[in-house]
């Protein structure tokens, strides 16, 4: 019976909760109304990758309402993005939060500068140095 | 005289001398008696308690070796895989809920994750630092 029992455990860790996370229809109202962004990617996130957004949603009533939205705004999108990417923010993020608090108003200023610029001028800042932006990651947001 | 009349006188002497057996001879018969009927029933199978247990004895011995010694390895192999997976799983979950902190703060700053990947934005800041 022990025999019998050990293999059908190890299978079943493998193949539900640990390595393919929950399905949709098993998480909470209440999580899928937070992820509900999600929920056409769902069924083809990563097992690990719903595992963190479950842990994400846990975080999410203690958010200031502001940041519940960003949070929603941006969850596709980081949800899309590959693992090296995730990497590369997380890396400058990290960055960003280690600096002076001045340092990362500057940052979100010229941010919000950048943004007031046309499409043509951001594509002429891409195209004009191509070659100039910093190539390892946190050397970017570094600068000022 | 025929040879019913000679077995009847044989076996009359037989008993006579059996009145002057001494104490030890009868106790060896009755010893040999008995060794010799254990052994007979010994030969019989499921004939008697001595019997059944010795064949049940060298039937765990045999399973012993080749059913329980493999059997335990096998079980100790699985358990030890499945610590390991079990191991593997709580590490995996730990570094999610890890990710899952720094994510939620990424994705709720005030700079979009875009302003990390765009290439204009990195010339911006670079060539257009007024501070």
Do not use: C
């Not at chain 1, 999410?60 to 993005?81: F, H």
């Not at chain 2, 080749?66 to 709580?90: A, D, K, M, N, T």
């Amino acid at each position: 019976m022990l025999l019998l029992a050990l293999p059908a455990g190890v299978y079943a860790g493998k193949g539900t909760a640990d390595s393919r996370g929950p399905e949709w229809a098993q998480l909470t109202s209440e999580q899928q109304h937070i992820l509900a962004p999600l929920a056409q990617d769902w069924p083809k996130l990563e097992g690990k990758r719903r595992i963190k957004w479950v842990e994400i949603a846990k975080r999410y009533p203690k958010m200031t309402s502001q940041e519940q939205q960003r949070l929603q705004s941006r969850m596709q999108q980081w949800a899309s993005m590959t693992p090296e990417e995730h990497a590369q923010v997380r890396e400058r993020y990290k960055k960003l939060k280690a600096m002076p608090p001045e340092k990362r108003e500057a940052i979100q200023r010229k941010w919000r500068e950048y943004e007031g610029l046309t499409e043509a001028e951001k594509k002429t800042l891409r195209d004009a140095h191509p070659g100039q932006a910093p190539r390892k990651p946190g050397q970017t947001l570094t600068h000022e | 005289m025929n040879e019913q009349d000679l077995a009847k006188r044989i076996v009359s002497k037989l008993d006579e001398g059996l009145t002057d057996l001494s104490s030890g001879a009868l106790y060896r018969l009755r010893v040999a008696h008995e060794a010799a009927l254990s052994r007979a029933n010994a030969g019989r199978p499921g004939s008697g308690l001595a019997g059944g247990a010795w064949s049940g004895s060298g039937s765990a011995s045999l399973l012993n070796r080749r059913v329980l010694v493999p059997l335990f390895g096998l079980i100790l192999g699985l358990s030890v895989l499945l610590f390991w997976h079990q191991q593997q799983s709580q590490q995996q979950i730990s570094r999610q809920a890890d990710y899952a902190e720094l994510d939620a703060q990424v994705l709720t700053d005030e700079l979009p994750v875009t302003a990390y990947l765009d290439t204009g934005f990195e010339i911006w800041l670079y060539h257009h630092t007024t501070d």
